[in-house]
């Protein structure tokens, strides 16, 4: 079923196209509509234009297509129309100069311009990893990660937040969003455990109404991204959760733990597929055959376009750079775009003789052609190529971080709160506020966030936990040091903001320890010995080893990876807003237990779905 926003698009340009023949103006081409090819007719039913426009391509015009390039390969614009690339991305942290919303679009338009320059003037699509808002662009919106988005158990608020994403992407004119992660996190080692919305296949399942929000608003003149269900399949449940690794699993309980997100998702009609990086008792996705061709596109019914990881066949063989027998061996099993994604014109020539040497049927390259260019009709981008600048005023807007502040207090996880120490008083306490993750939108952030690592510092606008804590606290006086220095028995309460520092795919791995840092060990035995109760915010990715501090801590608040609006803490803290949120993994009582999951039979710290709220009154 065709997201409603382009079902509507269709219609409006019928209806734009029959105004114009009307008027006389052209809304889609020079040409007068008798000598306009039926592709370029918006008054013809997609399938049509698709296979009109596929009869007059060129082996090399679908071979481009099926071809995404970083932008930075990208070294003369014209490049593009002269290999006919089908597509370009930002990969993370890959952006213009300045790194505004205004600079994305300009960028945007001018490969669009120079795309449009092919002969058959087939408009890209351009991707990006939209994660957690267009977190690439400096001044967006920049939403709790999925972690945290599966804490508020509120689908309804998750396909809210997909629209309001994909009106920050539409207004920096890209159309394409690799997101979201499906992934069903089974080991909190995994350095992606936080791009999971949670340790069940329910939980990913019932978030895929972001799909929508990307896809298909409900009002026409919002803007619609294409989105990506990734990393199909297992990604999140290899052995000892490495990153890239080998899920071990049966077929059934394959099916039964990983495949549900994508067949919701498939059914919510996503547009594009991203295949994991990770292998299948020991058979790498990419080369896999049997589920991306039969499963994914036979048995699920999936009709958008499958597109590899960044490099993603390069790794079938495990070793550097991609092979001719690596390039047949994932177009043959289903990938119909690869994200090269520098080197593109050796892809290209190499894809071009396994095609001729009839290693490839035609019929692969057509179908994958078919996929692509399925999508880019139903986008609307032959008609309008470039960016809706309309939306370019949203990115950052008021109401999107109003949208984002009421996600961060749905994801607020309470796990323990001795003699109501919480929610903190607004008049006449003296509060003590410390930690390394207090004042840092960076740490709150997390990975994916301006730079595909994230970093510390105050990286993009936005409110950290301490400002919302000061914004909160009327005659309550407020003192803050990163360590604690300070603190003594004159003090009400001491908040410590602690956790992780950001971190991204592989890089977060956590095969040894998952206990807190030296700094932060050391800052809440600081405050612990001035024997003021205290109060611990834990900003990380994932639930970390602590049960053998907890006993010291008179309340415990998860607050995973909020973003950019830390005031939706200070809501929870002050009681403004009375905690909700549900544990969305389960809470280790010590590493030694990983992976641990509902069900399995240990014994818990904090079981799955477990969050304690104010008792009022
Ligand atoms: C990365 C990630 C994937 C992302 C892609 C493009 O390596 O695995 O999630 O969409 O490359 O940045």
Known sequence: MRPRSVRRKTLFAVLAATVALVSGATTVSAAPVQHRPAYLDTGKPVPVRVADLLSRMSLDDKLGQMTQAERGAITDPADIATHRLGSLLSGGGSVPTPNTAQSWADMYDGFQRAALTSPLRIPIIYGVDAVHGHNNVHGATIFPHNIGLGATRDPKLVGRIGGAVAEEVSGTGVDWDFAPCLCVARNDRWGRTYESFGETPELASSMTTIIDGLQGRSSSDKGSILATAKHYVGDGGTTGGVDQGDTELTEQQLRAIHLPPFRAAVRRGVGSVMISYSSWNGVKMHANRYLITDVLKGELGFSGFVVSDWQGIDKIDGQEGFTAEEVRTSINAGVDMVMVPYDYVSFIDTLRAEVQAGRVPMSRIDDANRRILTKKFQLGLFERPFTDRRYTATVGSAEHRALARQAVRESQVLLKNDGGVLPLGKNGQKIFVAGKNADDIGNQS???????????????????????????????????????????????????????????????????GMGLDAEDLATLRRLKGSGVPVVVVLVSGRPLDIAAELPGWDALLASWLPGTEGGGVADVLFGDYNPAGKLPVTWMRSAAQQPINVGDGQDPLFPYGYGLRYRRG
Do not use: H
Request: charged share 20%; proline share 6%.
């Open 446 to 512: 997390g990975g994916w966030t301006i730079t595909w690592q994230g970093s510390s510092g105050p990286i993009t606008p936005g409110t950290t936990i301490l400002q919302g804590i000061r914004d909160k606290a009327r005659s309550s006086a407020v003192t803050y040091d990163r360590n604690g220095a300070g603190i003594d028995g004159s003090y009400d309460v001491a908040v410590a903001v602690v956790g992780e520092t950001p971190y991204a795919e592989f890089m977060g791995d956590r095969p040894a």
